[in-house]
Structures are given as C-alpha cells and as structure tokens.
C-alpha cells in the first residue's frame, strides 16, 4: 500500500495568516498515461464528516473558497490557506487514489 | 441535493455480525460507484470497501477481505456492508461515500453522517 505521511501533525496559526500542510506519498502518484496527480484533501470539523476540498492535487472541489489551494507533484503536495479564517480549524486529510485508497494521519488547525 | 443516510450500527460482541445500510437520495444512485470508510474513535480515515455502479467489481481493505461483503440494490437506491467475524479493532464510525469519478479507486465528493459500530464484550 501507498503510505501517506503528513506533516505537521498539528498547526497554531493567527486569523489572517496562511497555513501550510505537507503531505507525501511513499511512491509517486502521478500517473504517466493522464499527467494527473492522484491526491485529494478533505477537511474535517468535529462531529461531521470529511468534506472534499481538493483533488486532483489542485483543482477545488464546487464551493471550496479560493484563499484554499492545492499544489505538489510526484511525492510531495500542499494545501495552503492563505489568510486562515475562524471556520477553517478542523482536521485536514490528505488522500492518494492512485492505488488502493489511503489516508494520510490528519493535521490539526487551530487559532492562535 | 445529495443525501447519504447510514444505519444499522450498534453494539456487538466479538465474533459477530452486523449489516450496515446506507439510503442514497438526490442523485441517481445506479451511475455511482460507492465505498465504505470507517474512522476508530479519535483516530483517522481508512477506506474500507469499493462497489461499482452494477455491483460487477467490489474491492476490500486487507484488514476487512473474507470477513465483509459490500453490496447494493440500485431499485432501493441503497448500499450495504455485511459485516462477520467482528473484532474490536473493528470499532468506528462507518461512512458511506460516494466516488467522485468512474474508476475503482477515486476520491469521495459525498459522505453520510457516519453510523457507530462498538465490537466489545
């Protein structure tokens, strides 16, 4: 299986400031027949389940706000929040569905 | 609008069984592959089962394969998960998602609210 390993395991961030969350797969998941990467990130408030953010690696799933990207290529990806808000502390996932799906171990925004 | 309604979760002893259903509304359930994944308490996302739109291909996890069967019926627009043999490493929140895309292995664009299972004694 794909492991997916993110890091940090938990972020402190101030209103306003951007975020960044580092996910890596074991192996490549580009694929060399569509030029696509097989990520996704979702994220996950308390109580509910995870919502799709991002996937494709980039592409922004219909009503994600766009201070939300994803970036990375091959191994290494990134969901970056540009000015973080009060309604993004939640859990965030990253995802690989190039193989049998599985999941990164979770990163935990909070407000400075 | 899309809705996702799992039911069937409880406590159960180990060794047994239990059957999952997940009631799909707001799309049309028949053109849609459909997973199962579950969550331990406080513990993170492990994709589970995969079925595709005519039941024709279904996937497990390694740590579920010979003890669940995933299955649907698409007249009841419904999805399911037969789980046997339960252990507690089996305890969590189960989760029926739909595949964004065509393909076995994809990302999940619609989940349920998630249902409990408890495997203890």
């Known amino acids: 299986d794909i492991v997916m390993t993110q890091s940090p395991d938990s972020l402190v961030v101030s209103l306003g400031e951007r975020a960044t969350i580092n996910c890596k797969s074991s192996?490549?998941?580009?694929?060399?027949?569509?030029?696509?990467?097989?990520l996704a990130w979702y994220q996950q408030k308390p109580g509910q389940p995870p919502k799709l953010l991002i996937y494709w690696a980039s592409t922004r799933e219909s009503g994600v706000p766009d201070r939300l990207s994803g970036s990375g290529s091959g191994t290494d990806f990134t969901l970056t929040i540009s000015s973080l808000q009060a309604e993004d502390v939640a859990v965030y996932y990253c995802?690989?569905?190039?193989?049998?799906?599985?999941f990164g171990q979770g990163t935990k925004l909070e407000i400075k | 609008e899309v809705q996702l309604v799992e039911s069937g979760g409880g406590l159960v002893q180990p060794g047994g069984s239990l059957r999952l259903s997940c009631a799909a509304s707001?799309?049309?359930?028949?053109?849609?592959?459909m997973n199962w994944v579950r969550q331990a308490p406080g513990k993170g996302l492990e994709w589970v089962s995969y079925?595709?739109?005519?039941?024709?291909?279904?996937y497990y996890a390694d740590s579920v394969k010979g003890r669940f069967t995933i299955s649907r019926d698409n007249a009841k627009s419904s999805l399911y998960l037969q789980m046997n043999g339960l252990r507690a490493e089996d305890t969590a929140v189960y989760y029926c998602?739909?595949?964004?895309?065509?393909?076995?292995?994809?990302?999940?664009?619609?989940w349920g609210q998630g249902t409990l299972v408890t495997v203890s004694s």
């Open positions: 995802q690989q569905y190039f193989g049998s799906p599985t």
């Open positions: 192996q490549s998941i580009l694929s060399s027949s569509n030029n696509k990467n097989y």
């Open positions: 998602a739909r595949n964004l895309g065509s393909g076995g292995s994809f990302c999940y664009d619609h």
């Open positions: 707001g799309f049309t359930f028949s053109t849609y592959s």
């Open positions: 079925i595709d739109s005519s039941s024709g291909t279904v």
